[in-house]
């Protein structure tokens, strides 16, 4: 089955302005989830912004996709409020089926697809109400119209989703592009972004008819880790806070790419270069 990577630059921009980069765990991660999905699952490409594409090209990891796709994000989309709109834009333009893999998300093992439903997550998320309130917690412009949603459902995580229905693909992509467009901008980015994201998409699928799946369950992915799946998400700030945790992060890391992706030693190589002097 087809992946996609995605990436957009504007709320790096946004956030940090001067030149772009991304940070060295993560081109690692990055380097592993593609070379492990053309491995074991098929075909993966690059969905991004020019920005992003050149940084890409610069770093040499360009040529671990099989091929590239320009990314492009309607202007009135706000990065701040909305930093993951990128993903709802890139995934508008594909063909089910189709995988999305977040960058710091590993596959390592074979999914069998054909067993798979409509639509499968990597797991679903409880309806806190800070992060998932009703919706009388949103504020809307006065044009917008609900349409008819179950509130009950649970989110899902979409950090790897599987789609097979492109009657979905396009519900989705069209009413969270939509309800991104028609939200006022209360200071609050995350209860609007994850419910574009990753609540939206069930939401969609109910009204459809089509019922989501999830490969695992949040508690067995923290109390015993999964051997098919790798989300870094999680230690991305300790990473950051603690040197010697990044660098055996990132040396191991390097190693398995070494091992496994010889020919592409020489581009981790230079990622890792600073931990072995």
């Known amino acids: 089955m087809n992946g996609i990577h ?14 772009y980069f991304i940070e060295d765990f993560e081109l690692l991660t990055t380097i592993l989830s593609a070379l492990r999905w053309k491995e074991k699952n098929g075909k993966i490409k690059l969905c991004a912004d020019d920005m992003a594409l050149e940084y890409y090209r610069k770093t040499g990891i ?6 590239t796709e320009r990314l492009e994000v309607d202007g009135d989309i706000d990065p701040q409020m909305f930093w993951a709109a990128g993903k709802l834009f890139a995934l508008r333009k ?20 054909d067993k798979l439903g409509e639509c499968t997550v990597i797991h679903f998320e409880e309806l806190y109400p800070d992060v998932y309130p009703p919706r009388s917690g949103f504020s809307m412009r006065g044009s917008y119209e609900w349409p008819e949603l179950d509130w009950e459902l649970p989110a899902c ?38 419910f574009a994201e990753q609540r939206l998409i069930n939401m969609c699928a109910a ?16 109390a015993h880790g999964e051997k098919c799946f ?3 998400w999680g230690m991305k700030q300790q990473m950051r806070d603690t ?3 990044r660098r055996d992060f990132c040396l191991r890391c390097d190693a398995r790419i070494r091992r496994e992706y010889p020919q592409y030693a020489a581009i981790s190589g230079v990622i890792t270069e600073k931990y072995r002097n």
Not at 62 to 67: K, L, S
Not at 100 to 110: G, H, R
Not at 160 to 181: H, N
């Open 6 to 19: 995605i990436n957009w630059t504007a709320p790096f921009a946004l956030r940090h302005g001067g030149e």
């Open 62 to 67: 360009i040529g671990i996709y099989d091929e």
């Open 94 to 113: 594909q063909k089910a089926p189709t995988a999305m893999i977040d960058t710091d998300f590993i596959v390592w093992e074979e999914i069998l697809f």
């Open 157 to 194: 995580n979409t950090a790897f989703v599987v789609i097979k229905s492109q009657e979905l693909l396009d519900y989705y992509t069209k009413t969270a592009i939509e309800f991104m467009k028609n939200a006022e901008n209360t200071g609050d980015p995350l209860r609007y972004m994850v």
């Open 207 to 222: 009204k459809l008819g089509i019922e989501v799946r999830a490969f695992s369950h949040l508690a067995r992915l923290f």
């Open 230 to 232: 790798t989300h870094t």
């Open 243 to 245: 040197p010697w945790l």
